[in-house]
Nanobody, 120 residues
Framework: QVQLVESGGGLVQPGGSLRLSCAASGSILSIYAMGWYRQAPGKQRELVATITGGGTTTYADSVKGRFTINRDNAKTVSLQMNSLKPEDTAVYYC???????????????WGQGTQVTVSS
């Protein structure tokens, strides 16, 4: 039905940069918001950044000024991560709040996750 496919994770040294991308596909009627969450080992999943269809953005305090979220087109979102720190190490998940032609109720959909490791 709906797929969210992430790309761009990897290993980077502290202070480096990475860019994550997420593309949504399937029987999508409307996407209201897209975003990124992350989960480090032993911790709960937490919000990193979101962006609405109108372009309103929200960031976790820990990434403000370092990460930038963009809607590249109607079904693609990216996360530019600069000045990365070891504490940014986590699996990053793409999220979309959307409606499909099969289920008209709004719902949250998730990607499979991409690993980001910040280490020297």
């Amino acid at each position: 039905q709906v797929q969210l496919v992430e790309s761009g994770g990897g290993l980077v040294q502290p202070g480096g940069s990475l860019r994550l991308s997420c593309a949504a596909s399937g029987s999508i009627l409307s996407i209201y918001a897209m975003g990124w969450y992350r989960q480090a080992p032993g911790k709960q999943r937490e919000l990193v950044a979101t962006i609405t269809g109108g372009g309103t953005t929200t960031y976790a305090d820990s990434v403000k000024g370092r990460f930038t979220i963009n809607r590249d087109n109607a079904k693609t979102v990216s996360l530019q991560m600069n000045s990365l720190k070891p504490e940014d190490t986590a699996v990053y998940y793409c999220n979309a709040d959307l409606r499909t032609s099969i289920n008209p109720r709004r719902g949250d959909y998730w990607g499979q996750g991409t690993q980001v490791t910040v280490s020297s």
